[in-house]
């Protein structure tokens, strides 16, 4: 489900902020004695056993590399996911330039631990490779290369990171101050909306040129492949490109007048039906691939006259549910800049909340199917894993139903599993921040977690059709055949 640009009306939320600071806290803690206390062992253990140093010599000097960085990252990065866990904010000011440098150096410092963790480990991948693979061989890695290494990791690590330093900055988000770096954010959210919106589109549209021009691949879970592509391509054509630019110019929406206000009802208008689309297709897609598995010898569920029935239902259902938007959906113009506001008590007065509508809007359209998809895919596993063969005369067709089966099996559940990984947090989070009775509850981390999942949610028009060539050869070999004719035709 898609919000407007600029929250929604809310109401006071059921959740219990006091269970979750002293669980996080209890958790933080624990994390913080263990760490210390372990890493500390370990680099007390190689320093004084020399048993240690010289069997599997370089594998212990790599580990004992990881502990100091895992114990700088203790001491700088929990305390403070600690204070905010309980003042929601960066608790250091800007007193005698403290709480700058501190933002900038303990995100900094984070990030080098981490990547001086993460090179050792492949440098230990690698000693352990040359070690079993070429066991007669000279090692990889010899000893006197060591110090050079584990240098090269901190010296890699602390200039990798170092633009950080001079990128960090404490703002002010909702009344609380942050220490966030805007610069690697819109640089990474530009390149990231800019791949999405390429592979979507070209992915996307070649499914449904593969389907429609490929007479051998019309059977009904294609049909509702490409019915999926197709409302997909409503992403990458509305959605991609006004966050793109939300993302430039603080959040305002950038055209104003008569066309700013008909784009700002049409584009969260097309953005629900594709994902209403997307949901009612992935259902058709289990309950097919249900009748084939558990009733194989019964005539299909979906037969091919009907496909275009069940998918044009699955728009006027998706065009239905979201026709609300475009009502609600209003631009606000001010100097400051454009706004696209969800103005649903203006529109169906007090006694209709959007709060309301968002969890119907959730249960029908997210958890309810989410948990109808479980079930199904269950039954259909069990049901391929428990099947019998009738005969030693019908075992090779069988076989080679079941090995169908399970081809398309494969690739409907980890379309279903991609969904679900996208949008799930995304809807979650949604339906948190609607219940909330202002944003001021949510913190710099939540805020962070929150952009992170819309990033996820939108690359799920971008991923499904890389599933879709990954697992079927059918339609690997229909896009080498329509890349062939253009060729030619070119």
């Not at 600071?21 to 004084?48: E, M, Q, W």
């Not at 370089?58 to 996911?81: C, E, H, K, Q, R």
């Not at 059709?465 to 060729?487: H, T």
Request: with cysteine; net charge positive.
């Amino acid at each position: 489900m898609n919000s407007t640009a600029n929250g929604s009306s809310g109401s006071c939320c059921c959740f219990n902020f006091s269970a979750r600071k002293i669980g996080g806290t209890v958790a933080f803690c624990l994390i913080i004695i263990v760490s210390l206390v372990a890493n500390c062992l370990i680099l007390i253990l190689v320093c004084k056993t020399p048993s240690l140093r010289e069997t599997n010599k370089l594998l212990f000097f790599f580990i004992a590399n990881m502990a100091p960085s895992n114990l700088l990252y203790t001491i700088f990065s929990i305390p403070f996911n600690l204070s905010d866990l309980h003042t929601n904010s960066w608790l250091i000011g800007g007193q005698l330039g403290l709480g700058p440098a501190l933002c900038k150096l303990v995100p900094f410092f984070g990030d080098v631990f981490f990547a001086v963790s993460i090179q050792n480990l492949i440098l230990i991948a690698v000693d352990r490779f040359g070690a079993v693979v070429f066991p007669l061989r000279s090692p990889l890695i010899t000893s006197k290369q060591f110090p050079f290494f584990i240098l090269v990791t901190w010296i890699f690590a602390i200039v990798f990171n170092s633009p950080e330093v001079f990128t960090l900055e404490l703002v002010e988000y909702f009344e609380r101050t942050c220490c966030f770096n805007f610069t690697a954010w819109k640089i990474g959210g530009t390149v990231t909306y800019c791949l999405i919106f390429i592979v979507s589109l070209v992915l996307n549209s070649h499914i449904v040129m593969i389907v429609y021009k490929t007479p051998n691949l019309r059977k009904p879970i294609n049909n509702f492949i490409a019915n999926m592509a197709s409302s997909d391509l409503l992403y990458p054509i509305f959605w991609i490109p006004w966050n793109l630019s939300r993302l430039h110019t603080n959040n305002s929406f950038l055209i104003g007048g008569q066309l700013g206000q008909a784009l700002c009802k049409l584009v969260p208008f097309f953005g629900n039906v594709s994902f209403i689309v997307s949901i009612q297709n992935l259902i058709l897609i289990a309950v097919d691939r249900f009748g084939a598995v558990v009733f194989p010898l019964r005539s299909p569920l979906f037969r091919s006259k009907l496909c275009p029935f069940f998918i044009l239902a699955t728009w006027i259902v998706a065009v239905a549910v979201s026709s609300p938007y475009l009502f609600t959906a209003e631009l606000v113009e001010n100097p400051e800049g454009n706004r696209c506001d969800n103005q649903w008590e203006k529109v169906f007065g007090e006694s209709s909340s959007y709060a309301s509508f968002a969890l119907a809007f959730y249960s029908l359209f997210i958890f309810i199917p989410v948990l109808l998809l479980v079930i199904l895919y269950s039954i259909i596993v069990i049901k391929l894993k428990t099947q019998a063969h009738p005969g030693e005369q019908s075992a090779n067709t069988q076989q080679q139903r079941d090995r169908r089966n399970r081809n398309v099996l494969q690739m409907s559940i980890a379309i279903v599993t991609v969904f679900v990984l996208c949008w799930l947090p995304y809807n979650t989070n949604h339906l948190i921040i609607v219940y909330m009775d202002s944003l001021t509850h949510l913190s710099c981390s939540f805020w962070i977690y929150d952009q992170v999942t819309i990033y996820m949610a939108y690359a799920y028009c971008a991923i499904n059709p890389v599933i879709c060539f990954m697992f079927s050869n059918n339609y690997r070999k229909a896009l080498k055949r329509l890349i062939k004719c253009s060729f030619v035709q070119a």
